[in-house]
């Protein structure tokens, strides 16, 4: 892997609340651990090649922690519906397809340019029940060099029987396909993944839980998403106040589990997912198109919970983190709004926090360029938006990619090391 020298305009966001930019700088790593930023390149590294990005920017990684890859061939339709109609009309019966493995092999490819020409350097991404469709995924994922923690669906109840899993056969096929996986790639990790409490029986579950911790993995699935699936999920745990706590029974809460959407948390669930060490994925383009809900995220990040941002394709229609960064801080001003201005909403550096070190965290030393965080960095070409018009500093510079750029904006990804 050796010595990687980037030379641009590097911003980042050690702290949450503030970016911290160095102009013409040197980002220097060594065997994917970052040496640090310098003004001037150091005598010890003149001989090593420089990748010199002139007057673009340079960034971390993107993170999406939340991503269905079968629901990308329906980005844009079904806005109209709300969630559980909306699986009934387009995601169950797409991901019906993926048993064909030529289907799938189209539309994972399709999926998986789309991140990386978005910036997307780690994903973590809900696949579909069928193990080699799932397999296929993680090989097209290695082959883009996105990061990634895949999961084999399981779904044994109340969805429809072209779709629905035998429970024991179920559980059979996850572990079949975990042991095919785990320590099979470079980038892309297998994770436990269930699909949500109402499709998922209680001997599924625990047997999720149980498989976790014997393979210590990680775990991907939807909490409080929508009034109704928590109507659904507490009708059948009658004994349990949230989703949370029906999760947490299961052994499925650890630091390892990463959470979607969780809109309508309770103060104790917001406690129970803290203390547990969980990640939420927030989805905010997503929670407004099927109409769920705006989530208490200030009041997440200030508990001291860990969020990141998801995509949520094809709940959201835009892969783009970047997207998800500006609809952040969008959704939290209606929040602020509706709470009387209680929830005070997202700055810019916040959003951008989320997007790139609040998601990266998930996987470990990832979203930042301080020393010891691994190299995962994209490179900006913002001339496009306008920055030769006016002396704009690279906060404003990179607020306006936030919130204007697009995949024809991102001209170079690096992942773990490694150019892509």
């Known amino acids: 892997m050796g010595t990687l020298i980037l030379k641009g305009n590097i911003i980042h966001t050690p702290q949450k609340d503030k970016f911290e930019c160095h102009e013409n700088a040197y980002l220097i790593s ?7 930023i310098f003004d001037s390149l150091p005598e010890e590294y003149k001989n090593e090649y420089v990748y010199d990005y002139g007057n673009k920017l340079i960034i971390p ?56 020409k978005n910036g997307t350097t780690r994903a973590v991404v809900f696949a579909t029940k069928h193990v080699e469709g799932t397999e296929l995924l993680m090989d097209i994922l290695e082959k883009h060099k996105i990061a990634a ?38 980038m892309v990790q297998p994770a436990i993944t269930p699909r ?26 939807h909490s409080t998403e929508d009034i109704g699936e928590i109507e659904i999920s507490l009708g059948r745990y009658k004994d349990f106040p949230s989703d949370g706590h029906v999760y947490d029974s299961f052994n499925l809460l650890t630091d390892k589990t990463v959470l979607a959407h969780f809109i309508f948390p309770t103060k104790e669930e917001m406690e129970l997912i803290r203390d547990r060490g969980v990640t939420i994925a927030h989805c905010p383009q997503s ?45 939290s001003k209606i929040r602020w709004m509706e ?40 490179i900006i070409d913002d001339s496009n938006l306008g920055t030769h018009l006016d002396n704009f500093s690279l906060e404003q510079r990179i607020e306006r990619v936030i919130h204007m750029a697009d995949d024809r904006n991102v001209v170079g990804r690096f992942v773990m090391g490694e150019k892509a």
């Not at 996850?174 to 785990?182: G, V």
């Open 30 to 36: 060594k065997d994917n651990s970052i040496v640090g």
């Open 149 to 186: 923690y895949v999961g084999k669906v399981n779904m044994d109840m109340f969805c429809p029987d072209y779709i629905c899993e035998d429970t024991k056969q179920s559980i059979a096929d996850t572990e079949r396909w975990l042991k095919d996986t785990i320590g099979k790639y470079k």
């Open 196 to 221: 949500f409490i109402p499709t998922c029986s209680s001997e599924v579950l625990k047997a999720m839980g149980e498989l976790a911790k014997k393979y210590d993995l990680h775990i991907h699935t």
């Open 61 to 116: 990684g993107l993170s999406d922690l939340h991503v269905h890859a079968s629901q990308y061939v329906y980005c844009g339709l079904g806005i109209d519906l709300q969630l559980m109609d909306w699986l009934g009309t387009y995601a169950f019966p797409t991901e019906c397809k993926y048993s064909d493995l030529d289907y799938a092999k189209v539309y994972y490819e399709a999926f998986a340019e789309s991140l990386a």
């Open 287 to 331: 929670n407004g198109n099927v109409r769920a809900g705006v989530p208490p995220i200030r009041q997440l990040m200030n508990m001291g919970v860990k969020v990141g941002l998801g995509s949520d394709i094809a709940g959201g229609y835009s892969v783009s983190i970047f997207r998800a960064m500006a609809d952040a801080e969008y959704l």
């Open 339 to 378: 709470t009387g201005k209680e929830d005070t909403y997202l700055s810019v550096p916040e959003a951008f926090f989320l997007g790139t070190k609040g998601g990266g965290s998930y996987f470990g030393k990832v979203g930042s360029f301080e020393e010891g965080y691994e190299m995962d960095a994209v």
